[in-house]
């Protein structure tokens, strides 16, 4: 049977976990000062996504989990684990930007383009699956909402380019790849379009980290939805995008409209800057972005595409940098915002390195290819 019938027979983002009498908890801190790292991924030897920690930095990675295991969390440098241990301490990156000529008055318009990959993975208890994303991306912002000419609908990412890699495996020994076109209903599951976004107002910090806090918290309605974390060499600002949720659950309406209603149970946006002793920073600070997600499928059209008649649980986790922040006139931007060429690929030095199992796949369908 080939990949396309196979990928449509598998309810392959159904995540269920093997929790046995081996189970280990581990607590994912920040090296430098201790304190506990939310929503961390980690990922297994296989390159699925095992979990992420919950708001206290804890998960319980279980037996039927394949060591070495990978943790990631952005800012810190990705740390692999070759066995199970107590507190796993994440070593914050060292990062540098060239400086970028800023001259608001006859430039009010910031071009970003940015390289984004995206990785949503599931198993069940006999079938695997691993969606990898790339995308290149275009977003505009300006100093002033009230700019005239600017459209605030180009503050979202413009895809310009995508490609996608994909694996499946079962129990039975089926090991497939293949390269899904954006028109294949697996693509759909790629939720970057949905929640890519960087902070193109830039942002300032609270009075406290201002003054020399390490770390500090703002609420939200119903839970904290913002973290500051001072590192070293850069500025983290956690956002939990679901803090004035009663319930911490939220169904967007736009999937509600098209049948794939779900529900996000989880979902932190968390911004990298390099450090802006003023405590106010702006786009030109910005490094890159990450988004965690765990989303609860049950919408008609997903059960549908996933060939499930129950709930399907999905983990998601975005990585976002900018490879090129550019100041434009009025004029320029007009011009620029009409664009839809096919941009190149572009990836940027300080790419966290992939999962052995990922880079395995690229090569297989390289290898696929160039054998046709």
Partial sequence: MDFKVKRLLFPVFALV?????????????????????????????????????????NITVGEGVKYPITVR??????????????????????????????????RPVTKVVCYIREYCTGTTSRDTMQLFSEYMAVAFGTDNEDTKGFHKSDADFKFRNRRFSARFANNEGLDSVASPTG???????????????????????????????????????????????NTPSVMIVSEDLLADEKDHKMS?????????????????????????ES?????????????????????????????????????DYIE????????LTLKE??????????????????LSSLSPVIDGILLRLDEKGSSK
Avoid: C
Wanted: proline share 6%; no cysteine; net charge neutral.
């Fill in 17 to 57: 976990f093997s929790l046995g009498v081996n189970a280990k908890r581990i607590t994912v801190v920040d090296g430098s000062d201790g304190s506990t790292l939310p929503r961390a991924t980690i990922m297994s030897n296989d390159g699925i996504i095992v979990g992420l920690t919950d708001a206290e930095g």
């Fill in 73 to 106: 969390y952005m800012g810190f440098d990705p740390l692999t684990l070759h066995s199970p241990i107590d507190t796993v301490r994440l070593k914050p990156k060292s990062y540098s930007l060239s400086e970028i000529i800023v001259s608001p008055g006859e």
């Fill in 183 to 229: 028109n294949e209903e697996i693509t759909f599951l790629s939720f970057a379009k949905l929640f890519g976004k960087i902070p193109l107002k830039g942002l300032t910090v609270t009075d406290k980290m201002r003054t020399g806090a390490i770390t500090d918290t703002v609420p939200g309605k119903y839970f904290p939805s913002k973290w500051f974390r």
């Fill in 252 to 276: 967007p309406t736009l999937l509600k409209i098209l049948g794939m209603s779900v529900d996000l149970t989880e979902a932190q946006l968390n911004h990298v800057f390099v450090h802006n």
């Fill in 279 to 315: 405590g106010k920073y702006k786009i030109s600070d910005f490094f890159s972005s990450s988004i965690s997600l765990k989303i609860l499928a049950y919408g008609k059209m997903l059960k549908w595409m996933l060939r499930s008649n129950e709930p399907v649980e999905m983990l």
């Fill in 320 to 327: 976002i940098y900018p490879v090129e922040i550019s100041r």
């Fill in 333 to 350: 931007y007009k011009e620029q915002r009409k664009e839809k060429e096919e941009l190149s690929f572009i990836m940027p030095e300080e």
